[in-house]
């Protein structure tokens, strides 16, 4: 039986979309900071993709069964999906404490794999829970609203990144050591990480399930517990097998799409040291005041696109985004003054946005309420597949035909983006005799 969900005021789709400023301000510290701080600690370019695995296995592993998982649960107290984001948050909050006092590489990596978990548990029953949340009419609203937290929790931990080097910074970088100016963005991340989820956790009530929903927890509860454990992965292998023909065509945009993000990365920091002449430190700065920008945009024009994507479509918005951002990928190794490189970030921000909103709010048309938490832990399975790939064959591409040259491996993701853009074209949402071109 479908529920009925009663429109949400702004400020109540705002409320319930705040944790995923803490989230990504994680995410943005891994995507700005953890590298760096790799390297500061005496890891080798070539193995920056592996040393970059856990995110993608742990996605791959920690997300779709958490989401089959949340959608057999319900507690009249905590809800169906809140327990798993709680516990997500705070297992994040301890390691983001604790990573700027790693004492050697391999206690850095140990801590990675950690806070992945955290991160990825927090994550998957997020977007489930807002569209849980959400009647069809408000999820482009819903989702281009955590878009809006997504960039904007990236871009606090970017900017504090430059600001706190521009601060503290400075002298001679001690092989081995991470510098002390960077110990103050993971320890504000470390306070996000937990407040902002508590603030969501307070603020919004989740819809109690259905009739027949309960009936069906409550039959799943009297299960025996190896049954209950085999039923996660039981229904991930259903729903797969059922999936709309929509998100296969998703996966092969995504493949493209993800496999860049990582590059872009990973490698955004050593180009820096390449074409600006910087130590790490600064080319760690510079990336953080790249993603500032793009983050910047992303938080400007994410509600814009929602009208757009009304008037236009779907996915002509996302596959001209994706297109942008293939332009700004082959644009930045090729400028060398510090503020005329952030120029292509614009095109970048708007394709961010467009990736951490648009397909979200296709894919919550199509599935059925009743999978959508297995059905988003899939949809980052897609995301994750990607960069897992990366991490295992782009090290020996980098080194092997991209000459280890950190430009070229701005123009190999640039030549993913146009590829991804020419794929998103054959996306279609097909809703209730509708089509969405």
Known sequence: MKINKPKLSFWQIWNMNVGFLGIQYSFGLQQSAINPIFLFLGAAEEILPILNIAGPITGLIVQPI???????????????????????????????????????????VGLLWILDVGNNMAMEPYRAFVGDKLPDSQLSIGYQMQSLFVGAGILLANAS??????????????????????????????????TTILWSVFKTPEIPPSDEELAEINRHKTLPFIERFKLPFIEIKHAVKDMPKFMWKLSAVYLFQWYALFVYWQFITPLFRTTMGYDTSQAAAQAAKMSTTYNIVTAVVALILVPL??????????????????????AIPNITDPVYVLFPMVLFGIGWAAMMGIPYSMVSKIVPQERRGVYMGILNMMIVIPMGIQTLTFGPIFKNILGGNAANAMLFAGTCFVIASILAMRLNVKKENSTES
Do not use: H, M, N
């Open 66 to 108: 958490i989401g089959a998982v949340s959608d057999k649960t319900w507690s009249p107290r905590w809800g169906r999906r809140k327990p798993f984001f709680l516990i997500g948050a705070i297992l994040g909050s301890l390691c983001l404490f604790a990573f700027p006092l790693s004492p050697a590489l391999w206690f850095a």
């Open 161 to 194: 990144i430059f600001l706190f080097q521009d601060w503290f910074g400075g002298g001679e970088e001690v092989a081995g050591q991470i510098p002390k100016w960077l110990y103050y963005s993971f320890f504000i991340g470390s306070f996000l990480s937990i």
């Open 309 to 330: 994507t009304i008037r236009f479509g779907g996915k002509k918005i996302y596959a001209l985004s994706l297109f942008g951002t293939a332009l700004a990928l082959f």
